[in-house]
């Protein structure tokens, strides 16, 4: 179980540097932007629109369907408004879940120290970073 708490310590506190950070690049018009995260949008809006916020059959809509990750926006933004940091915060901790979840299922085909260490690479693995 050590090894459990360990990845999960270690995926936080490589990303904790990021709770100080703004929004950044398409933080802005995903996020801040996006009237889909406001509680007087309805939710349904949620499924007709892409992650922009943008109605799919509008000509200028981008056609990148996420309903979930903009769902995930929106709890945030119940919780944190605006603020970057709340939105970073829950990220680290949804990173750390992962990770978890990935060692467990390397734990199903590797020994345990190649799990681990497998774990620990792919927590710290540079591809995460724009998601953290």
Not at 11 to 23: A, D, M, Q, T
Not at 30 to 36: C, G, S, T, V, Y
Not at 102 to 112: A, I, M, N, S, V
Request: hydrophobic content about 45%; overall charge negative; aromatic content about 16%.
């Amino acid at each position: 179980m050590w090894k459990e708490v360990l990845l999960c310590l270690f995926s936080s506190v490589i990303y904790f540097n990021s709770l100080g950070c703004g929004f950044v690049f398409d933080d802005v018009s995903a996020i801040r932007d996006n009237q889909d995260l406001r509680p007087s949008t309805s939710l349904t809006e949620l499924f007709k629109n892409d992650f922009w916020g943008t109605p799919m059959n509008e000509e200028r809509s981008h056609k990148s369907y996420r309903p979930f990750t903009v769902l995930t926006f929106r709890v945030n933004f119940l919780f944190h408004e605006l603020s970057p940091s709340g939105y970073h915060a829950t990220n680290i901790v949804l990173h750390s879940v992962v990770v978890f979840l990935f060692f467990k299922l390397c734990l199903c085909y590797l020994q345990k120290e190649s799990a681990f260490f497998s774990s620990i690479l792919f927590s710290a693995h540079p591809v995460h970073t724009e998601a953290v």
